[in-house]
């Protein structure tokens, strides 16, 4: 009888996963690594053979939110060629991406952060940036595609796009996780692509 060879653990994921558990199953507690060696089932010495730091450990989280939206970006960008449906379609995947990862959400928002480096802080902001950039270089194709208008110059549609996208990672976090991002977002998308666009 052949014996299944057991799958070896990527101990980085696994800390990485325990860590996202950690931030969504312990709101407003301080994540230290002796917990985290705890939950993943090793020494603390065995966390820092494949982190540096706890800093490297977020970083790790935030490559990895970076790279689950990014690539899903490039995705409906190719996908979708109307402008209101690509807009539509990068908010919703933001919103269903924090629902799905209430964990990430208090990196995103900063509330995991508090305490940390400002290195962090700056990664997330430079992935708001990201998105920012993203959303401009949709809306400025309005232009291109005459699909629709803006009926506000491009800065500013890209500013309350986002806006309401962080306004509802906000709230989920606020309210440990209670309020889903995606709640309402059905009936909300209409009322804000009527004050983005003029079809």
């Not at 629709?148 to 986002?162: E, G, I, T, W």
Request: proline share 4%; net charge positive; hydrophobic share 45%.
């Amino acid at each position: 009888m052949i014996q299944a060879v057991p799958k070896k653990i990527n101990r980085r994921e696994q800390i990485l996963q325990s860590l996202a558990q950690m931030l969504e199953n312990q709101p407003g507690s301080p994540i230290t690594t002796a917990k985290l060696a705890n939950a993943v089932g090793v020494s603390e010495a065995a966390l820092y053979r494949h982190f540096p730091s706890k800093a490297k450990m977020f970083e790790g989280l935030i490559s990895f939110i970076e790279e689950t939206l990014f690539s899903r970006i490039n995705r409906i960008l190719q996908e979708e060629k109307q402008t209101e449906i690509r807009c539509s379609a990068i908010l919703t995947l933001i919103l269903t991406f924090a629902e799905k990862n209430p964990g990430m959400c208090r990196i995103l928002n900063g509330d995991a952060l508090a305490g940390e480096t400002d290195r962090l802080r700056q990664r997330v902001a430079q992935l708001f940036d990201r998105l920012d950039t993203q959303l401009k270089q949709v809306f400025r194709e309005t232009e291109i595609r005459e699909d629709a208008q803006l009926r506000l110059p491009v800065n500013a549609s890209s500013n309350l796009a986002l806006a309401v996208v962080q306004g509802r990672i906000g709230e989920f976090v606020r309210t440990e996780f209670a309020h889903s991002p995606t709640q309402y977002w059905k009936e909300q998308w209409p009322a804000l692509a009527h004050a983005l666009f003029v079809f």
